[in-house]
Each structure stands twice: as structure tokens, then as C-alpha cells.
């Protein structure tokens, strides 16, 4: 049960916070960063919090094989960021970010569940077994 909950920690860790340490770094290197320097500290910070939470939910749609939830993540970003996607640099930011945390939440899910389903306890059949989905 240790190794589950170690295995488990290391792919919440590498999903959330990696993931947002690795999104800066491609603002970085697409020439993004000048966007969110603009920013007051207080959007950053939110932005952040916002990718976490957005990589989780999309992490547990995965899980669970709920495809409507990583729709609804989308669309939820884009009707909130609607009016300001008319600006290019804008809307790109938006979509690499988003793109980003999208790709990051299908890598680092599928390696955990690969993991889990083969060296660990399974966890994520039983989580689905539980919520009685598969």
C-alpha cells in the first residue's frame, strides 16, 4: 500500500506542479513569457492554481474514461476567456496553455495507470470498479 501512495504522490506531483514548472518553460521558449510578465502577480498566481486544478479534473476524467469531462474543462477555459481571444497574443497563450495541460494530463495519467496496472495495485480499476464505470 506504501508503493501505491508513493507512485500515486510522485504522479500528483509531476501533474500539478511539474506541470506548471514545465508550462512556464514553454511560454519560454515560444516567446509566450512576455504575456504573462504583463500580468499583475495576482493573475499568475490564479493561472496556476487554475492549470493545477484543470490537469486534476482532466487526470480523474482519464481515470474513470469520462472523454465529456475534458470537453466540458475546454469549454468552461474558453466561455470564461471568450472576449479576450480576440487578441492573437492572447489567444495563443490561451492555447498552448491549454493544449499543454491537456497533453501533460494524458502522459502523466497513462504512465500512472500503466504503472499502476502493472508493477502497482491496480488502483485505477478499483477506483473505476468503485465509481461503477468499465
Sequence with gaps: ???ALVYTA???GLLT????WL???LFDLTGLKDMVSE????TISAGRVIGILERLILAAGIVVHSWEILAAVIALKTVARFQKLDQREFAEYFLVGSLFSVLWALIITSAWAAYDHSLGIDLRQTIAYMLVID
Design 17 to 20: 506542479y511539474g506541470g506548471n
Design 23 to 25: 508550462c512556464r518553460k
Design 39 to 42: 500580468n499583475p502577480p495576482s
Design 10 to 12: 510522485v504522479a500528483l
Design 1 to 3: 500500500m506504501i508503493h
